[in-house]
């Protein structure tokens, strides 16, 4: 991702990430706020959709929906070693050939990328510090659907979030992550003719299906 935003991607997300979460999901499948992401998108329908997964990681959500109907998807990430990993996946999953992968700041290369029915951000949106700039950029590019999980306000969770990124910073990591209101990120994507439709809370995170009016 640009300099502004994400720096230190690949750092954070690196091969030894990468792999790590490739041996969980064939060994355990999606995680649990990836599977509740799925399972807010599937009541809404995806049957021949096509997918923008943005800041896709190792793609288990493009993976996932693929495999449940979708027709395409669109795969971004800026981490190399998660493209890698995604890309391997889809090759042996069978599905590499319905997939596009690009490299890069989803915000930089918005104005290239064509819209999409779903467009998806698992966790991506607490790694923007600029986080109207991402939902603004993202989600004029949903035709149908919104799918985003984000952490929840939760005051134990902003101080071990401060605290995480204090040692990255100790460790040369310029990566940060951050936890952005929610009302913020309703009325942005409200703004943008969305409005949420589904939501389901963990602890730490907020699970949230949005449609287009």
């Not at 969980?24 to 599977?35: E, K, L, M």
């Not at 913020?184 to 730490?204: C, H, K, P, S, Y």
Request: glycine content about 8%.
């Amino acid at each position: 991702m640009s300099a502004c935003q994400c720096q230190g991607c690949d750092s954070q997300f690196g091969a030894q990430h990468a792999e790590k979460d490739l041996k969980r999901y064939r060994r355990s499948g999606p995680d649990v706020t990836t599977r509740l992401l799925l399972d807010g998108l599937k009541t809404q329908g995806l049957q021949g959709a096509t997918l923008l997964d943005v800041g896709a990681g190792i793609g288990v959500v493009h993976h996932e929906l693929l495999s449940a109907g979708a027709r395409s998807a669109v795969h971004i990430d800026a981490s190399i070693a998660n493209n890698h990993v995604a890309e391997q996946e889809a090759t042996r999953q069978g599905h590499r050939d319905q997939v596009i992968f690009l490299r890069g700041d989803f915000v930089d290369l918005a104005p290239e990328i064509a819209a999409a029915d779903i467009v998806t951000l698992d966790r991506v949106i607490c790694c923007y510090s600029n986080m109207e700039q991402l939902v603004d950029a993202s989600a004029a590019k949903a035709r149908r659907l919104y799918g985003a999980v984000y952490p929840r306000e939760r005051w134990l969770l902003k101080v071990w979030i401060v605290f995480e990124n204090l040692a990255r910073r100790i460790r040369g990591n310029p990566f940060q992550t951050y936890v952005h209101p929610i009302r913020a990120i309703d009325r942005a994507l409200e703004r943008n003719g969305l409005r949420r439709r589904w939501v389901r809370d963990t602890f730490a995170w907020r699970v949230a299906v949005y449609s287009r009016r």
